[in-house]
């Protein structure tokens, strides 16, 4: 049985070109530690950061690890929430650069293990297939832009047909009876993408779910409006009450609209199932966006909203298909790095982080 983490995207591919919530990945004017690595394609730095994941993992500390969403099997980072550190790839198209170099920030360089003269032969053949890679990334984004056009429509016709008042009043309620009086103090909020586009297709993170979750409220939404709406109250009036909220952006709203909504404290999802992402499996119950809708409107609409949802199918998988031609185009400029790389230097690295995570975590034990 294929192992199950407690994963996430922080970057996305969307109408509007990539988007990263890496600046959020740790507080760099609270007690965290971040080692950011920087280095090129086929460096290691995925390899390095599973390892580490995995040896902390094994010590008994929980990780929470970030997909990247150019391929979803390799990682663009992992959170150590118990220590309050993290490790993560700090290249383009997510750049992080050092708030307080030395103090919160480790700068892990893997160009220090590469043979660089080496990588000089085959200076054009990395010069090609980097604009190479980048023209399919751009290719990538039109399509979604397109694609993100034709979704807006339909989020704007429902959003005419929608009873406000019932969502209203319905959000008020669950409220009420979900989260309780107020705490004394406003909860936090992180983000994230519970899914992304890649070029392994629509990846969804279940895993996450079953990880923080043991309640799953599915909202059945073909449409995205009336579950951007509720979603929307509900994280105003959790935050309101004193609960901490993941808040999961859309990544075709280009991360404007929220697509999911994690309340860890009370192990509580409420999902948006469409059918680009289907419900997980056996929820608690199902709330349906129809009844918050005039239907009979909505019908006059019926041929507008058919050809959107087939021109935007098509175009997604136009999308995807450029991102699978980017991977390829990608894993060639890696094959000529991996030659030029010295893995035991790469792997001593991950083995020196773990110690520095294992006495961070004995000191911060020490405090307690």
Not at 51 to 63: H, I, K, L, P, S
Not at 242 to 255: E, H, N, R
Request: charged share 25%; net charge neutral; aromatic share 8%.
């Amino acid at each position: 049985m294929e192992q199950q983490y407690n994963a996430r995207f922080l970057g996305a591919n969307t109408p509007e070109g990539f988007i990263s919530l890496f600046d959020e990945l740790y507080d760099p004017a609270g007690d965290w530690r971040a080692y950011v690595i920087k280095g090129g394609p086929g460096t290691g730095k995925s390899g390095l950061m599973r390892r580490v994941a995995d040896e902390m993992e094994q010590a008994g500390y929980t990780t929470q690890r970030v997909l990247c969403s150019s391929d979803p099997a390799s990682l663009d980072g992992v959170i150590f929430p118990q220590l309050r550190a993290c490790i993560a790839d700090g290249t383009p198209p997510h750049v992080i650069e050092p708030r307080f170099p030395g103090a919160v920030e480790e700068i892990i360089n893997l160009g220090a293990y590469w043979d660089a003269e080496q990588l000089r032969e085959h200076a054009d053949g990395i010069r090609a297939a980097s604009i190479k890679n980048s023209a399919y990334h751009q290719r990538c984004v039109g399509f979604l832009s397109a694609a993100g056009s034709l979704a807006n429509d339909t989020l704007r016709i429902a959003l005419e047909c929608i009873n406000a008042d019932k969502i209203a009043a319905y959000t008020s309620r669950f409220a009420a009876r979900e989260f309780g009086a107020g705490r004394g103090h406003v909860g936090r909020e992180s983000r994230c993408f519970l899914s992304a586009i890649t070029p392994e297709g629509i990846v969804m993170c279940y895993d996450m779910i079953a990880h923080l979750c043991d309640r799953v409220i599915v909202i059945d939404d073909a449409y995205g409006a009336v579950s951007s709406l509720i979603l929307e109250r509900l994280r105003s009036y959790a935050l309101a009450a004193g609960l901490d909220v993941t808040v999961c952006l859309c990544p075709m709203s280009a991360g404007k609209r929220i697509e999911h909504l994690i309340i860890p404290s009370l192990g509580l999802c409420l999902f948006t199932s469409n059918r680009f992402h289907p419900a997980p499996e056996a929820p608690l119950r199902r709330i349906h966006a129809r009844r918050f809708i005039d239907e009979e409107m909505m019908k006059t609409h019926r041929y507008r909203l058919h050809f959107n949802a087939k021109a935007e199918t098509e175009l997604l998988a136009e999308a995807i298909r450029m991102l699978e031609n980017a991977k390829q185009t990608h894993d060639a400029l890696e094959a000529f790095y991996i030659p030029a790389m010295d893995f035991k230097r790469v792997e001593k690295k991950g083995a020196q982080i773990v110690r520095k995570l294992l006495a961070r975590a004995e000191q911060l034990e020490s405090q307690a």
